[in-house]
């Protein structure tokens, strides 16, 4: 079975808080209600996480496109966030491992710096999915950057 037929039982809609941590503000955690809608597209071959959530009141929205070698257990994600990406698409690459969460890195440029790292994990369970995502410093070091756990509704 691909991960994109094992993700395909997740179809439909959930709802989550979002927690997004911010520690250079003085409030470092910022919470909001989080929908999400997951989709098969392209003749079921890749797998469609669409989600909203806010930021100080204001509407954002997000998208991950998961697709996999069928070969193997490498995948591959296209990521964009209204309030993260800044009108560009994140390219990461990855693997789901034995118990089938998913866990991809890609990077990011950052002015008159190394590029840093975006790690996503996409963890399922159940009638529960957990998205979390980290930010990578040139060192490696990692930081808690968003976390959502989501329930069916």
Known sequence: M???ED???YVGSWAGTNKLYTPWMPDPLKESESKLEVSLKANRQFVAFE????????????LILLGCD????????????????SHTFMLSDGTVAEDG????????KVKDHPDWGWRTDIV???????IVMYNVSPDGDEELAVETDFTRI
């Open 2 to 4: 691909s991960i994109n």
């Open 7 to 9: 993700l395909a039982k």
């Open 51 to 62: 989600y909203t959530w806010a930021y100080e009141g204001e509407p954002q929205e997000g």
């Open 70 to 85: 069928t070969k193997s257990n490498a995948v591959q994600t296209v990521w964009t966030d209204s309030w993260h990406s």
């Open 101 to 108: 969460s998913i866990s991809v890195k890609g990077y990011y």
């Open 124 to 130: 399922s369970g159940g009638d529960s999915l957990r």
